[in-house]
């Protein structure tokens, strides 16, 4: 089989492993994470709250 190309932004995506005999598994790699941007000071270092959660 040939190998699958990585895209970007891909949203499943389709990954591959060879496995010990030879054959190849599929499976899907799903991000179902969030960005984030750090808050910062006049002087551009990260914030640290001191109280509250």
């Known amino acids: 089989m040939a ?6 932004k891909e949203n499943p995506k389709l990954e591959q492993n060879v ?3 030879g054959r190849i598994s599929l499976y899907l790699e799903y991000y179902l994470g969030r960005e984030e941007t750090p808050v910062l000071d006049e002087t ?3 914030v640290m709250y001191t109280s509250g959660r």
């Open 3 to 8: 190998k699958l190309e990585n895209k970007a």
């Open 19 to 21: 496995l010990s005999d």
């Open 44 to 46: 551009g270092e990260p």
